[in-house]
DNA sequence: TTATTTACCTATTGACATAGTAGGTTAGTA
DNA sequence: TACTAACCTACTATGTCAATAGGTAAATAA
């Protein structure tokens, strides 16, 4: 399930695309009001954007967000990650997680392998400016 | 992501067409060594595949579990639904639940239905038979 | 009939994640 | 100097996950 750290984080970046023209920043308080989520969370949420490199965050009157690439450069998949962790379908599969003893015989193991990699091919498929109106 | 609950229903029911040739209960202490997973957890994962109908249960002395079906006619998806709830990628995609008043507007829906879609075909297209060995 | 085996039942626990809220400080602009 | 907006730390309620604990009921083999 993605919960809404993630969906959230995608419409405030698709949010910035349709309404960031010029390189303009964009207020916080803008977007909260449009997309009708608490500003107050989405402050969490952007705060990961912007330490990942994502967005750029101006303080002070005119200031707000931007995105920091082209929409096109952007894929749904590492906005996924960033904010959810890994879009892993089971635990033994996370890279970097201890290797389950059982791997070798497990007979369930290619199974999650390819559903994995099917949901990896479609969200990185996917790009931000297929989403933008 | 896929808990434990899914992950070991199905590892049971793989473990049963396997093991429970010509009709016979196979104690659940035997599925848990087997598995390597603990008897008492089982006990509760079992007990929902009983209630649905997918597996039988017998008491006593020469008890155990054994399938209702052949291998080829339980799909992987219906194992998974029936122990972790709905396979729907986001919460507005749960048949039944509220509908999302932004649904119109949402940039974002037909992407979750896309996946939702893959996601359904892909384990509703597995049947437990592929996955025995 | 008795002992054994096995399913079946209820309750509880610790750890963690989710989805926020609350209240303040710093930075930059008009 | 007033205002705006980002930025920061802490807190909380609720729920789920992954089990554990300790029993009762049913069926069979000796």
Redo the contacts between chains.
């Keep these: 399930?993605?919960s809404t750290r993630g969906?959230y984080a995608?419409?405030v970046m698709?949010d910035l695309a349709e309404n960031g023209s010029e390189g303009a920043y964009i207020p916080l308080k803008d977007i909260a009001e449009r997309q009708?989520i608490s500003k107050k969370y989405l402050e969490i949420i952007v705060k990961d954007l912007v330490s990942a490199g994502f967005l750029v965050g101006a303080s002070g009157k005119g200031g707000g967000y931007k995105l920091c690439r082209k929409p096109e450069e952007y894929t749904?998949g590492e906005i996924i990650e960033l904010m959810e962790g890994p879009l892993?379908?089971?635990?033994c599969l996370i890279d970097g997680a201890a290797p389950c003893p059982?791997a070798s015989e497990c007979?369930?193991l290619p199974?999650?392998e390819?559903?994995d990699r099917?949901?990896h091919d479609?969200?990185y498929g996917?790009r931000l400016s297929d989403?933008?109106?």
């Design positions: 399930m993605i969906r995608i419409r698709i009708g749904v892993a379908a089971v635990a059982r007979e369930t199974l999650w390819e559903y099917l949901t479609f969200f996917k989403l933008v109106r």
